[in-house]
């Protein structure tokens, strides 16, 4: 499967906790998208990489949370002493060079208790 | 704020009636507009997109009609299928000369039901 790939699925962990979730883009993707999305709601935009550089974030991204796409190829998504409200689908996406259309995975269920 | 409504927010039609769902935009920057569906447990699909400059696109069963003085489009699925059953979002992008500024903005989703 070439598609775009995330891990974990779910995670689970208490409130205060450090988490992190990896995403990897379709090959040869240079654009690599974070969205997050509660229940019964559409995706929201946190943060895209163009290769290793974020060229936009969210106001939604507070200073808990952080992104990586160190080598442009996979990228990290860290959220710092999770909260409650940090409960979430996270989504990854990725897209060929400027293309608008953008290729989801299946995502990273976060629950804090 | 948000900047692409839409409706209804759940949707029941039997099998082989039409699905019509709605959204409208505010920014009037944006200049694609995908459908994306998503099954439980998945991450959204593309279903079909449009671009402002034309009112129609037909795909299959699927049809987004798109009136740019409105700010409105919508999708309409014709021949509803069981299989068809998911959640259905609206979106839209802006570009800049042809390279996508990369945030898409969704709508709030519809939960679709085909009845067998």
């Known amino acids: 499967d070439t598609g775009v790939s995330q891990d974990p699925r779910h995670k689970i962990t208490k409130r205060g906790q450090n988490v992190t979730f990896r995403c990897d883009p379709i090959?040869?993707?240079?654009?690599l998208y974070w969205y997050r999305q509660t229940l019964g709601q559409g995706p929201e935009f946190l943060t895209y990489?163009?290769?290793?550089?974020?060229?936009?974030k969210s106001r939604l991204l507070s200073d808990r949370f952080s992104a990586e796409r160190p080598k442009g190829s996979f990228s990290t998504l860290e959220i710092q002493r999770t909260e409650q409200g940090d409960s979430a689908m996270y989504l990854c996406?990725?897209?060929?060079?400027?293309?608008?259309?953008?290729?989801f995975g299946a995502g990273t269920r976060l629950s804090v208790l | 704020q948000q900047q692409v409504k839409q409706s209804p927010q759940s949707l029941i039609v039997q099998k082989g009636g039409i699905s019509i769902i709605n959204c409208a935009y505010e920014?009037?920057?944006?200049?694609?507009f995908p459908w994306y569906q998503q099954f439980p447990g998945k991450g959204p699909a593309l279903l079909i997109a449009?671009?402002?400059?034309?009112s129609e696109k037909k795909e299959g069963r699927f049809t987004i009609s798109f009136n740019k003085s409105a700010k409105q489009f919508s999708l309409h699925i014709m021949d509803s299928q069981p299989g068809d059953s998911a959640t259905y979002f609206c979106?839209?992008?802006?570009?800049?000369?042809?390279?996508?500024?990369?945030?898409?903005?969704f709508g709030q989703g519809t939960i679709l039901t085909v009845h067998p």
């Open positions: 449009i671009r402002p400059d034309v």
């Open positions: 979106a839209a992008i802006r570009n800049a000369g042809g390279t996508s500024y990369g945030k898409l903005t």
């Open positions: 920014n009037t920057a944006f200049d694609y």
């Open positions: 996406a990725s897209s060929l060079g400027g293309g608008n259309i953008q290729y």
């Open positions: 990489f163009q290769n290793e550089a974020q060229l936009e």
């Open positions: 090959s040869e993707h240079n654009r």
